[in-house]
C-alpha cells in the first residue's frame, strides 16, 4: 500500500501538471501508475484486478517457469508508458521509483476514488467500512458533515462473518440510527463493487454484490436521485456544479489557513469563475484565490481592546 500511495500521489502530479479539468480528471480518469517488478504477483496492478477471477491454489510451476498474470487469476493491464516515481527509501522497501502509466478497465474503475490506495484508507483491516467511504464523499465533495455518534448508542456491527457488509448494516436502520444513516448509507454502499483492499468484485460470499445506492438532501436538486454503483455516483459528482463549488471552497480554507465567511463570497465566486472559464485550470484557481485581499491582508486585532 506504500507504493500505490506513492503511484496514487504520481497520477495527481501528472493532473496537476496537464492543468485541464483537474477536479473532473481526478474524479474520472481510466489511468493509474503501477510497479513492474519482474514477478507479476509482487505487482501493485493485482489490486486493480478482479477479486472474483484471482486463483485460489496457485499452479505448481515447472522448473525454471515463472507464472504468468493470467495463470494467477490476475487480469494484465495494457503495456502503458514508462514513467518515475519519487519514493522515500524505507528500510524494508526496495523503493524502485520506476513505474507504468496506464489505463484501467472502463468497466470497473472511475477516477482516485476506486484506485485501491483510495478504497484502502477508507476501509477496516479485514472488511469494507462504507461509513468512512461515505463521510469523505459528504465532507470533501458535497459541503456536507457528518455528527458525532451518539454516546449512548452502540456503533458496533453484528460479528457476522458468514453475512454480507449490507446485511449487517440492517443495524443502522433502526429508530435512533436511521435519522442519520438514511442519507449516508445509500451513498456508501455502491462502492461495494470493490472489498477491504481495493479489488474489484461483483460477488461477496458467493451472492451478487448489490451496489445500488441514492444521492439524497445533497443540496442540489439536480444531483439527487438513485445511482446503480459507485461508477455512477461518481458520473454524477464529476459533472455538478455544486461539488465543483465545494472544491474551491476546500482550496480556499487550505491556503487561506481558516474557513470562509460571509464576506469572502466575492472571492469564492471569483476563484470559481477563474477556474471555470479556464477550462478547469487548478493554476488560475490559485492565481484568483492568492492574489485576493482574503489572502494578502490580514485584520490586526486593537491592541487597546485586550
Not at 101 to 125: E, F, K, M, N, Y
Request: charged share 25%; glycine share 6%.
Amino acid at each position: 500500500m506504500y507504493s500505490m500511495t506513492a503511484s496514487t500521489d504520481r497520477l495527481i502530479e501528472l493532473i496537476l501538471q496537464e492543468d485541464k479539468n483537474v477536479l473532473r480528471e481526478l474524479l474520472t480518469t481510466d489511468r493509474v501508475v503501477v510497479s513492474t517488478p519482474k514477478n507479476p504477483r509482487d505487482s501493485s496492478a493485482r489490486f486493480c484486478g478482479n477479486f472474483d477471477k484471482l486463483v485460489e491454489k496457485l499452479p505448481k510451476p515447472k522448473k525454471n517457469e515463472k507464472l504468468t498474470a493470467a495463470q494467477l487469476g490476475i487480469v494484465e493491464l495494457p503495456k502503458g508508458e514508462a514513467i518515475h516515481v519519487r519514493v522515500t527509501q524505507v528500510k524494508f522497501l526496495s523503493g524502485n521509483p520506476n513505474r507504468t502509466l496506464t489505463t484501467l478497465p472502463a468497466d470497473q474503475r472511475l477516477g482516485i476514488l476506486t484506485h485501491p490506495s483510495w478504497l484502502v484508507s477508507h476501509s477496516d483491516a479485514m472488511d469494507n467500512h462504507a461509513i468512512l467511504r461515505v463521510r469523505w464523499v459528504l465532507e470533501r465533495l458535497l459541503g456536507g458533515g457528518i455528527p458525532d455518534t451518539p454516546i449512548a448508542e452502540d456503533s458496533m456491527l453484528p460479528d457476522e462473518p458468514e453475512e454480507t457488509l449490507r446485511h449487517r448494516m440492517r443495524v443502522t436502520r433502526e429508530d435512533e440510527c436511521w435519522r442519520l444513516h438514511q442519507k449516508m448509507d445509500p451513498l456508501g454502499l455502491p462502492f461495494e463493487m470493490y472489498n477491504h483492499v481495493g479489488m474489484y468484485r461483483t460477488t461477496e460470499l458467493g451472492e451478487p454484490v448489490d451496489t445500488s445506492g441514492e444521492i439524497i438532501n445533497s443540496g442540489d436538486s439536480t444531483l439527487d436521485g438513485p445511482v446503480a454503483n459507485a461508477l455512477d455516483l461518481i458520473n454524477k459528482l464529476a459533472n455538478s456544479e455544486r461539488v465543483t463549488q465545494v472544491f474551491v471552497r476546500h482550496a480556499f480554507r487550505f491556503w487561506n489557513g481558516r474557513n470562509e465567511t460571509v464576506n469572502d463570497a466575492p472571492v469564492l465566486q471569483a476563484a470559481y469563475l477563474a477556474y471555470r472559464e479556464n477550462d478547469g485550470s487548478m493554476n488560475a484557481l490559485l492565481a484568483s484565490l492568492l492574489t485576493s485581499d482574503a489572502f494578502l491582508y490580514r485584520k490586526v486585532a486593537d491592541p487597546d481592546s485586550r
